[in-house]
Each structure stands twice: as C-alpha cells, then as structure tokens.
C-alpha cells in the first residue's frame, strides 16, 4: 500500500474513534467571537434566531481569550457562528437536521444555498478555526484535525512550490514530476473512494476542484502531457457527476479541459486566465465566459454549465479609498462591486456608539473609481460612493456592501500633518518643477528625495514652495525617476481634500501625484503621465477596442518595453531624423528618466495615444517582445531589431519550462509571424533567430545598430572621455566594467547575480575602479555595494554602449555584452561559477563557450584579480571571435536598418 493509502486507512481510523466520542447530541450550542464592531443588538439577533431552531438552544460569546466551548456538554451540538452573520433559522434548521443525521459535530451556516444545501455543515478546518484566537474544545478540534489529516492533498500537501529544488532539471522538481503525481491521484481516488457517507457534507471533491487542482494543472504545463494524465483519472473522477455550479469559472473550465481535452487545450486556457487577470470576459445576456481560439472540438464544445457564471463567481468587495474629517463632518470616499454584476448601488452604514446607522449615500464618479474596481470587462457605473456625514470622533467603522453582502472596515484616516504644519492647498506642475501653494508659511525651502535619487534643491516664495522634478544621476541631469519622493526640508503636510480629488498634475511624460506618510508628512509620487482612466483595467480595455485612425508618417520606437531610449532603437530612430526629418518619430517610455533622441518625441506606455498608434503608425521598431494582447494591424511595417546575440538559448530552444516559459514562447512567436524583417548581428543569431522564433521572415543581415558607436575611434574616445568624466573618474584609472546576465534558478530574474566581489577587486588593485551593471531587467532594484569605495552601479546608466567605451576591461559570464564589448579589443573575462548549471539545466549554449570565448573562464574573485593583474594575453582569442560573431559590424549598421524601414514606407 502506498504512503498515502496508509494515510488515508489511519485518517479513516482515527475519524470513528472521534465519533463514538461523540455520541448523541441533546443541545445545540452557538459559539460566537464578536468583532470590535459586532453589536448587542446583532448577538441578541443571533440568540433568537438559535432558539426558534431549538427551545434549549444557547448562545456563548467568548471575549479576550476566552474559551467559549469549555462548559459545553460533551452532547453539545456545536455552531461556529461569524461574528457579523444573518442566520435564517429555515437555513439553519436544515443545517441542523443534516448534521443529526450524518453524525457531524460541528455546523458552520454560511447560509448558502437552501436549508439542505451541504455546505451549509461541516467545513475543513481552516475554514472555521482561522479566526479562533483561543482553541476550541478538544472534541471539536480533534474532528476538525481529523478531517484535515484525512485529506493531505486538500491541507497543502499537493502543491510544494518552496521545495527547494528550482536548482534541478524541470522535470526532476518535484512539483512537475510524473511519478508524484501518479501517487497522489492513486491516494486521493483511494481516499474519496473510501469516505464514510457521513462525509459527503464536507464536499472534498469541490473543495480539489476549486482550490487545489488549478495549481495542479499549472504544474502539469511544465510537467507536460504525461503529468497531464497522471492527473486525469482523479480530474474525470471529480468532474462526472459533480455539482459543478459550486466551483469557480476559471477552475471549471480548466477541470472539463484536463478531463476531456488535451495538453495544449488546457495550456490554452490557462493561458486565456493569464491574459484576463482583472476578470474572464464574457457574454452579459447568456452568462457564458469567452473559449480562446485554437482549441479542440472535445474542449471547445463544453457543455454551458462549465462556462457559466454562477453566484460562487459573483465576489463581492469594498473598500475606503479615502476617509477624512473636517470639524464634525466625516468624509468618506469608496467602492462597492460584484464581480460579473455590474451596475450595484453600494449600500453603507456607519458603526457608531455601538450600534449601525443608516446614512445619506450619493455616488462618486471619479476616475479613481473605475481603477480601484479592477475590472477590465465589466463597467461598474455605479460602484462609488461618497458619504459626508456629522459623526465628530464617534464613527468607528463603517459596513459597506451590495446585493446584501457586506464588508465591515475600519477607516484608514488620511493623518493630520504634524502640529502647526502647513498645509498644500493647491498644486500644479510646469518648466519641470511641483509648485505648492501652502495655507501658511514655512521658513525654508525643500528638496524632494527618494530611493532613486535625489532632486535639485527647490525655493520659496512666500507661500509657494518651487521643488524641481530634475535630478543629476551617474553626471547628467534629467528628470526624476518613477518612484515616492519625500520632503526634505520644512514639515508640510497636504489637505485632504486635495489627496482624495487630485486634478491632473502632468508636464510631458511626467506625472504627478500628491500623498501624504502615516506621520502627516507630504509624499510626492513620481511616475508616468497618465490619467485614471488610462490607469484602469476597463480604460485600457476600451483603448485597446477603439477604432484605429492612420499616421502614414509616424513611426513608433520602443526599446526594453519604455525603460530605454538607446539599445538598437535609438541609433535607428537618429538614423530616420538624419535620413527623413518630417518623419513623426515617436518613442515609447514607461519612465520620465527615459529621454528620447533630438528629433525624436514621448509618447507614454499605456496611454491613449500609445493605443492609437500601436493601432495606427506606419511603422513599429522593437527590440523586445510587444504587448502580448496586440496584434500588427493590416498595413503597419514591423522591424524587429532584437537585443543581443544569443549564446544562451532562447525561445523554443531553450528546452523544457513552466506554464510563464510556455505563454512566453507562444506570444513572441504568434508577434514573430508578423515580423516584417528582423535584424541579425551576425550568422549565429540568424540561425538562432529561425528556429528560437519559428521566423521564416526577412533577416537583415546587417550587423547591430548600437555598436556602430564602438567601431568609429572618434565617437568612441569622445564618448569615454564624456562618461569618466561625468562619473568622476579619472584619466588613470582602470575601470572594470561587471555586467552578468540575469538568473533563473536563483530567483533573481529582478536583482543582480553578484558572483564579482567588487570591492574585494579595488581593495587588491588600488587603480581600479568597478562599474556594476545589472540587466535592463533589474532596473528598479537598488545599487550593488552602496557605500562601498570605488564601485559604482551603473545598472541604470542609459545606455551599456557608451559604458564600454569607458571601460578597460569588462567582466562578464553568459551575457551578449561580450559580442558587443570583443569590437573594442580590450580584455574579457568570463566569471561563470556555475558554468556546468547554467548550460546543462537552466539554459544551455549554442555554442561551445569554452571553445570559442573571447577571454579565459574563471571561478572565483581571485581568479579575475590574478588575470587583471597579468599582462594581457588574450589578443588572438578575440580577434577569432571577432571574426566569428563580428562579421557585419561597421559603423553603418543603423542606417542600413533605416534605409530599409523608408523603403517599407515609399
């Protein structure tokens, strides 16, 4: 027998032990644990309704640490009551009744579904308990232990992401292997197999179904289609015959696909969801939610009840958005929704000197409300609410709902400033500064500071507070980063009013918006300039839906997804100016600090106009995938310019992954057919390119846009000059430039994979200083080594080009900087500790590194301080990787590139 047919026969065992403990039930007992909120008035409400089930019915409210059940009878019928439940004694008879005839201890009457409904009985433990500050009786706990035991799967035991051992090939994980989950679908059939009827109350097979098999079927993905029918038997055992309606949509759809249909059917839903997080769309007068295309006949002809929207879909929500006073008027600003019911008038009472009063409730249409609601397809017109009411200090909490479902919460006040502080009253932006008007005067200026940065010291006059929203970063100026900013200088706080209603605060790509921290003090959030409609998930549904208008001579660039100006998009969109100067060249950015090229405009991620011209422009240039949502309209030209040669592996061949690998591959190939040319560095990434994108398109064999700097000696002294002196560095130094690639297995795809010890190389090599660049990917994460004597990160330095010309040596491992960096014939070395990992489980290599690397591979720190301080040796091996991976590199490459988009647009 397996480990789990023996955990199943103990569970089962243990479970008529705790019954016959039981014995016969004689009183029925409701065990409540009031809220702060939860009012006499509500736990008398609670006591009647217990009586008219039962005469002898008693109602034990447990306070502090109380244990409510430590009096009760050992023939007590348990009830675990929420503190702000509405029992309908019809319900709970029922309740009652079923519990008396299938030996259950505890009821849990959520009050769903009717008096008989199942559910309304004996939930698994973390259902009923979770809240418990104090233990239950042992008799109630034993049962609900028991259950628990009973099902392992159901407890957590299924799914095992931390298992630490994401350093192993896919398939020796233990979340995707085949044979573990051919052991836990034999234990689990044996399990419900063998489940005393009394059980059936419990509902275990919904519970899989709804909660524990969708993180299975994301699993199975990466596990491929052998994990997929170790999965099925257990998948089709649940799903003949089971009341589907009481299991969410998504997990519905994805159980008929690993019942019925294949693999790829239910990675094709799986990935349907992904691309819906904000809500399935779906046909408002059926109730039926959107198949994706391309599924099979088995999957795609579901029968409706598995693609209904049903009341288990239908989640309510609240929230306070903003709450403030003013004198003895309480301001409140919120929303109220129900998934898939749109159009929900919000009901709200405020909870006041122990008792809930109904209030005057008028709408609020803001824009802040269609972005708090989250739903790209559904318009809940009605979901905001504005409450001002005369409370003074007494108002505690306030119960917000619709439909009858409510949400009891306890405002979080925007906090008054610090005692005599003035206050922001007005605010408006322009000539790249904030200026404040405040309610009273302060007797010095302010800076704003933030983790990225610090901004150019402002003024003051009079009351009106000048803050720049310019910042010197790595020697150049430019505008402030994305990120919250404080005030460095006077304590001002902002008025509430102002907070909960902002107006536009936008100049250019920059946007603006005023906060306030939790001792008062005013916050500046730097971001993007956006408004709240374009910030929705509904907006940029609309956006993306609206009718495309033509821009003949508008062209779009976009490099790194609006984090770059630079890479190969930059030198193409200078070349187009030089080449066709009424061209419109407009430049994605998803950051202020991003600063397009002279001749070259903004154009905001996201925004309306983005939308407009992903739909509309002439021409597209990217180095990177586009929005996984879009598709290259009739008409547009596409140039694909990538971002580096591949020696790792990328695309399909990059072997097995999970379900994010999957929906990666699928998107930048389903783009990659509408390529209309794509541009190669060199023979090996024109191989790559073919089979890692499924492209069979034009190549334009031309060389890289952005190393036309490296060959020209001119631009490039000048550009190292410019940049030594902009970082402070002087002319004898000897800088090593540290820049490694990302990392998987280490779950670092966002940070620095710091295998270099910078510091230990300056303290060894006195003339030496370390810039550290990180991957575009780890742009937002903070510096390397901060504090640390000469070393620098330079992770967001615009652009790596003109690093190169600054460095005298670059230290790399697996990144496509050194096909870039070999253009200059100045020593690489490769730090690769976990060479034999990275290319036999995470990624592999096209080619052969230790053959063919430019420079010696080495282990250690050391290593590269001993190679940094030995003559140089390594001329021959770079000028024959030169002349393997540099064939087409000459200066000219990014006006061949424009050359060939004009020639597109004739």
Request: charged share 25%; with cysteine.
């Amino acid at each position: 027998m397996s480990s789990w047919g023996r955990l199943a026969r103990a569970a089962r065992h243990r479970l008529r032990g705790a019954r016959e403990r039981l014995g016969c039930r004689t009183r029925l007992v409701g065990l409540v644990r009031p809220e702060p909120w939860t009012t006499q008035a509500h736990l008398d409400a609670l006591a009647e309704a217990l009586r008219e089930v039962s005469p002898t019915a008693v109602l034990l409210v447990a306070r502090g640490d109380d244990d409510p059940v430590a009096g009760c009878d050992g023939t007590d019928l348990l009830l675990r009551l929420e503190p702000d439940a509405v029992l309908d004694p019809a319900v709970l008879r029922g309740a009652v009744d079923l519990a008396r005839e299938r030996g259950l201890p505890v009821v849990c009457p959520a009050g769903r579904g009717g008096p008989a409904d199942p559910r309304n009985v004996v939930a698994p433990a973390a259902r009923w308990t979770s809240t418990d500050a104090s233990p239950l009786t042992a008799r109630a706990v034993d049962v609900a232990a028991t259950l628990g035991d009973a099902t392992p799967g159901v407890a957590g035991a299924w799914w095992t992401p931390g298992a630490g051992d994401s350093h192993l090939p896919l398939a020796e994980q233990r979340r995707f292997r085949v044979d573990l989950a051919e052991e836990r679908t034999r234990g689990l059939l044996e399990l419900l197999r063998d489940l005393p009827p009394s059980l059936a109350a419990l509902d275990l097979e919904e519970d899989l179904l709804a909660r524990h098999l969708p993180r299975a079927y994301v699993d199975a993905i990466g596990g491929g289609p052998a994990h997929l029918e170790a999965l099925r038997p257990l998948v089709r055992d649940l799903v003949e015959g089971h009341r589907v309606a009481h299991v969410p949509v998504s997990a519905r759809r994805a159980a008929y696909a690993a019942a019925h249909g294949t693999w790829e059917d239910l990675a094709l839903l799986l990935d349907h969801d992904g691309d819906h997080p904000t809500g399935l769309p779906y046909d408002a007068p059926s109730g039926l939610v959107d198949l994706p295309d391309g599924l099979s006949a088995a999957v795609s002809t579901m029968p409706e009840e598995w693609r209904r929207i049903e009341d288990v879909d239908r989640v309510s929500h609240a929230a306070l958005l903003h709450a403030w006073r003013e004198g003895d008027e309480t301001h409140l600003l919120g929303v109220a929704w129900t998934d898939y019911r749109p159009g929900l008038e919000p009901d709200v009472q405020l909870g006041m000197g122990g008792v809930w009063l109904d209030t005057y409730v008028r709408p609020w249409e803001d824009g802040q409300v269609a972005v708090a609601v989250g739903r790209a397809h559904e318009h809940h017109v009605a979901a905001g609410f504005r409450v001002v009411a005369a409370t003074g200090t007494e108002l505690s909490y306030v119960r917000v709902g619709t439909s009858g479902r409510h949400h009891v919460i306890e405002p979080d006040w925007i906090p008054d400033p610090p005692r005599g502080a003035p206050r922001v009253v007005a605010a408006e932006v322009g000539d790249a500064t904030l200026r404040v008007t405040l309610d009273a005067p302060v007797d010095r200026p302010g800076t704003l500071v933030g983790p990225r940065g610090r901004a150019h010291a402002g003024s003051l006059e009079g009351r009106v507070l000048t803050l720049p929203l310019t910042a010197t970063s790595l020697g150049a100026d430019g505008p402030l980063p994305s990120g919250r900013y404080r005030l460095d200088g006077p304590d001002v706080g902002a008025h509430p009013r102002l907070l909960a209603e902002p107006s536009d605060l936008h100049e250019g790509a920059t946007g603006v918006a005023l906060g306030v921290g939790p001792a008062g003090r005013l916050q500046v959030h730097v971001g993007t300039a956006l408004t709240t409609t374009e910030r929705s998930a509904r907006g940029q549904r609309v956006l993306r839906e609206r009718p495309p208008v033509r821009r003949p001579r508008t062209v779009l660039l976009e490099a790194f997804h609006g984090r770059s100006a630079d890479d190969n998009v930059g030198p193409v969109a200078r070349a187009l100016h030089d080449r066709a100067p009424d061209l419109d060249l407009a430049l994605v950015v998803d950051d202020p600090r991003v600063t397009p090229p002279p001749g070259v405009r903004a154009v905001v991620r996201r925004s309306a106009e983005w939308h407009e011209l992903l739909r509309g422009a002439a021409a597209y240039v990217g180095n990177a995938a586009a929005p996984s949502w879009w598709t290259k309209p009739p008409g547009m030209v596409h140039l694909q310019t990538w971002h580096g040669t591949p020696l790792k592996r990328i695309g399909e061949d990059r072997g097995p992954g999970d379900l994010a690998v999957w929906r990666h591959r699928r998107d930048v190939a389903a783009q990659a057919a509408g390529w209309d040319a794509l541009v190669s560095a060199n023979p090996l990434s024109s191989r790559a390119f073919r089979t890692a994108f499924r492209y069979d398109g034009p190549m334009l064999e031309s060389g890289y846009p952005r190393n036309d700097l490296l060959v020209d000696p001119e631009r490039r002294a000048a550009t190292g000059a410019r940049v030594r002196r902009a970082l402070g560095l002087s002319v004898d130094q000897r800088v090593v430039l540290y820049a490694p690639t990302w990392r998987e297995h280490a779950g670092v795809r966002d940070a620095k994979p710091l295998f270099l010890d910078a510091p230990g190389v300056t303290a060894a090599l006195p003339d030496a200083v370390v810039l550290v660049r990180g991957h575009y990917n780890a742009g937002g994460s903070a510096d390397a080594f901060a504090g640390a004597q000469r070393v620098v990160d330079v992770t967001r330095f615009p652009d790596v080009a003109p690093l190169f010309c600054a460095a005298d040596v670059l230290v790399t491992d697996y990144s496509s900087v050194m096909f870039d960096f070999a253009l200059l014939d100045r020593p690489i070395v490769l730090l690769t500790p976990d060479l034999e990992h990275y290319r036999d489980v995470e990624r592999g290599f096209y080619v052969d590194l230790e053959s063919h690397a430019p420079g010696e591979l080495v282990r250690t720190t050391s290593d590269v301080v001993d190679l940094l301080r030995a003559e140089d040796t390594g001329a021959a091996a770079r000028a024959a990787f030169r002349e393997e991976f540099c064939p087409w590199d000459d200066g000219r490459a990014a006006g061949r590139a424009a050359d060939w988009v004009l020639a597109q647009l004739a």
